[in-house]
């Protein structure tokens, strides 16, 4: 909400008070506002003028010379460019020495040869923006009205000498999107009167009935429709004042009726709408739901399709307007409008916020109708807008107002005591004090023995309960003078627990690895739901989602990483290394809420590093991954309880992925993309590795133990052995561990061949086996029979033969 600060003066006195010392007022009782703008913007030096005569310049298609009465003497030339200079007019000049907005100085020049002594001035140029100027000036300059003086100051007549608040309002305080509403907040926050526009009817001797009849189908949607007739109207400009407080407010002028309609909306909140009488076509107002499929074109000159969802405005038969939100073209006042039916309703919110959603309409008028507005404003507004349009555009208000109001409002009482209120805030407010607040509030209450009974008034929607009062107090006895006080209790310092201090080196063991974190979301489509998962479930679907994209809860971490991926390389960002930790859902039955699993997440590809001074680069591959995965194991102690093992999955390069197993179960899996879907995702070779993080945190790991350096010397042997080619290294390594005993402390592998050097369906695997004793130096017969064992058992479990 823009809030004209001179504006505001109209309604409470604001004598000694600055703008920006207002803002800090406002802030402090609850109201954000977000910015102070000062509308000069560092101009100075405008002044009217009269141009007295327009000639075209000799030397130049499109520029006139024009002699201009600045009320300083003899009248000066001014070159000037707009297309619209007239003899007569009264524009904005800029003097010889003026400032312009970005500090563009004023001074004397030849333009084509012809001498120019000032700069008339279009409204762009003063520093208002081209979609708040009327669209008769927004090519040319401004023209101002005839009985301005010459000589008078240009930004005054203009409001530039205005100062405007940006208040940042939340939801619940719709009653400040008006300037009445904005006075009463800011007359409790000085402790001021209100002053209301005072509202004079002059009326004929006919009646409103004679012109039209109120009829409404769709009571539940608009309980409250008023509507007033003025006839012999003459379409024109507003007046300047009028114009400037649209513009301020950014509502660009259109006339002398619609501007009203506009500045009523942002005098009193309540949204109006003016139609030319003679266009509706009928005698006859009717409030209905829109028919399956009937259509409207609204003033924006689109042509729409409407529902029963709709609310719309007819003349009986055809929509004239769609309640709330905008006008129809088929009764948009225009320049040889004369008579003009005004319309003031109370629509509920939920009607006008499906409209305006589903045509992708919000204007004004649908704010404040979506938050709510003051239903006791309705008719008010209504009387004021007739009475402007007779003082402005010259009409006839005809007598009496055609309306049907089934609205049923209860008032809204709340009970509470000043004991409860100094108890919630700590303080010791007297009930003096409340009593005033109250007062400033012009919240009628009556007190008795320190119990308060409130009548909440009908501007004050959001309050409605006994926390809503002690808010108010709150915020006008003055946050800052409420009392700072420690919690009473006994408590300890919060600490992370054991599973999110694990977490949170998991996190950090990944980034120093090089791999950033991503948060994405937990909506995803259908398609996608599954992907990768190492449970599946029913696809849990939202009732109402946003769009088919985040319709379904998932189940995965990787599909999400996988567009993460895409996004950096259309961006060409080749190298991308990203992990997540985060929950998925698998549903547990119909009314259940589903189970969250926590999970660990990565995806990798392009370059993993690279020197290039000495030409080296190394691409992401299955290895680099499961380094990293080797690396966290260690790091969380359960290096010796983690398995890979060769498998098969969905989207999964079948030669390059492993689950990972924990005790014998699997936990997880990592690997490569399969080629073609990586080819499907326009991706390049990606490695994924997805983990159940739950039971990676919360296994249980023995202490760690420490050992001395060993003193005395290993043995090592290698041994290559020959088996069939489905023979899996890990479970040849698991059997020699198995067969070596306490004397074998470590085994790996160093060499696997496949070539014409071997019997067709054989691979050869080389391992080397360290071995030693803590207590002694070992012999070679004490090594070789357990080498031996190990030899024995590889060759009955697997078939094996030493290579020679």
Request: charged fraction near 25%.
């Amino acid at each position: 909400m823009l809030v004209s600060y001179k504006w505001l003066q109209e309604y409470v006195d604001l004598t000694g008070i600055t703008a920006k010392e207002l803002a800090e007022k406002i802030t402090k009782s609850g109201i954000e506002v977000e910015n102070v703008e000062i509308l000069n913007k560092g101009v100075k030096g405008v002044v009217i003028g009269h141009v007295l005569e327009r000639e075209q310049h000799p030397n130049a298609d499109k520029l006139s010379k024009c002699l201009v009465d600045i009320g300083e003497g003899e009248p000066v030339q001014i070159i000037c460019g707009a297309p619209n200079v007239a003899k007569g007019q009264k524009v904005a000049v800029a003097k010889v020495g003026a400032v312009l907005p970005g500090n563009f100085k004023i001074k004397k020049a030849k333009l084509r040869g012809e001498e120019s002594n000032g700069m008339i001035c279009s409204l762009q140029e003063l520093g208002i923006e081209s979609k708040f100027v009327a669209k008769e000036y927004a090519d040319g300059i401004f023209v101002f009205p005839s009985d301005v003086p010459v000589g008078a100051d240009a930004l005054a007549l203009l409001n530039l000498d205005d100062e405007v608040l940006e208040l940042g309002l939340t939801p619940n305080r719709a009653d400040c999107l008006s300037m009445i509403g904005v006075a009463y907040e800011v007359a409790a926050i000085l402790g001021r009167e209100v002053k209301l526009p005072s509202v004079e009817l002059e009326e004929t001797n006919e009646s409103v009935h004679d012109y039209i009849s109120v009829k409404v189908e769709a009571t539940e949607d608009n309980p409250l429709y008023a509507a007033r007739i003025v006839k012999n109207v003459k379409i024109g400009p507003s007046p300047l004042w009028m114009q400037t407080r649209l513009m301020a407010a950014g509502i660009r002028p259109h006339n002398n009726v619609v501007d009203i309609t506009n500045y009523i909306l942002l005098e009193y909140g309540q949204p109006l709408h003016a139609f030319d009488y003679d266009r509706l076509g009928s005698k006859e107002i009717l409030v209905r739901r829109a028919k399956a499929g009937e259509k409207i074109v609204t003033l924006d000159d689109v042509e729409r399709t409407l529902t029963e969802n709709h609310l719309v405005i007819t003349n009986g038969t055809e929509p004239v307007a769609l309640a709330g939100v905008m006008g129809g073209a088929n009764s948009e006042v225009q320049n040889d409008t004369t008579t003009v039916l005004i319309e003031s309703a109370y629509f509920t919110s939920a009607t006008i916020r499906k409209a305006s959603k589903d045509h992708g309409l919000r204007s004004e008028a649908s704010t404040r109708f979506e938050k709510g507005i003051d239903p006791a404003r309705t008719k008010e507004a209504l009387d004021r807008a007739a009475a402007l349009m007779a003082e402005y555009a010259g009409g006839e208000i005809v007598s009496g107002v055609a309306e049907v109001n089934t609205l049923k409002q209860e008032e809204i009482v709340v009970t509470i005591t000043i004991d409860r209120i100094n108890s919630v805030l700590g303080t010791a407010i007297t009930k003096e004090e409340v009593a005033n607040i109250l007062t400033n509030l012009q919240f009628a209450f009556t007190e008795d023995n320190g119990t308060f009974t409130i009548t909440v008034p009908s501007r004050r929607r959001d309050i409605s309960i006994p926390e809503d009062i002690i808010e108010e107090v709150a915020r006008l006895y003055g946050y800052d003078n409420l009392p700072t006080t420690l919690p009473v209790a006994e408590s300890q310092p919060g600490k992370l627990t054991p599973y999110q201090a694990k977490r949170r080196k998991v996190r950090r063991y990944l980034e120093d690895a090089g791999l950033f974190q991503a948060i994405t979301y937990s909506l995803t489509s259908e398609e996608k739901a599954t992907q990768f998962a190492l449970e599946t479930a029913e696809p849990i679907r939202l009732a109402m989602p946003m769009s088919e994209e985040r319709s379904v809860l998932r189940q995965s971490l990787i599909p999400h990483l996988l567009e993460v991926v895409s996004y950096n390389r259309a961006r060409q960002i080749e190298n991308v290394a990203v992990y997540e930790t985060g929950a998925v859902y698998l549903a547990k039955g119909n009314d259940e809420l589903p189970e969250e699993k926590e999970r660990l997440a990565g995806a990798i590809t392009g370059v993993w590093h690279a020197h290039l001074w000495q030409g080296e680069k190394k691409a992401v591959d299955f290895y680099v991954v499961k380094g990293i995965l080797d690396g966290l194991f260690h790091m969380l102690g359960l290096e010796n309880r983690i398995e890979y093992k060769q498998a098969k999955r969905e989207h999964m390069h079948p030669g390059r992925t492993a689950e990972v197993l924990l005790d014998g179960r699997v936990i997880g899996f990592v690997g490569q993309l399969h080629p073609s879907f990586q080819k499907e995702n326009d991706l390049k070779e990606t490695y994924v590795f997805e983990l159940a993080l739950t039971d990676l945190l919360n296994a249980e790991v023995e202490e760690i133990r420490y050992s001395t350096i060993p003193r005395f010397p290993s043995m090592t042997r290698d041994i290559a052995l020959v088996v069939d080619k489905d023979v899996i290294a890990g479970d040849i390594q698991k059997t020699i561990i198995e067969a070596g005993g306490e004397l074998l402390k470590e085994v790996s592998i160093f060499d696997v061949y496949e070539g014409d050097r071997l019997p067709e369906g054989k691979k050869s695997i080389a391992f080397s086996l360290r071995y030693f004793d803590p207590e002694r130096t070992l012999t070679d017969e004490e090594v070789t029979a357990v080498h031996e064992k190990v030899i024995q058992a590889v060759e009955q479990q697997f078939g094996a033969t030493l290579r020679g």
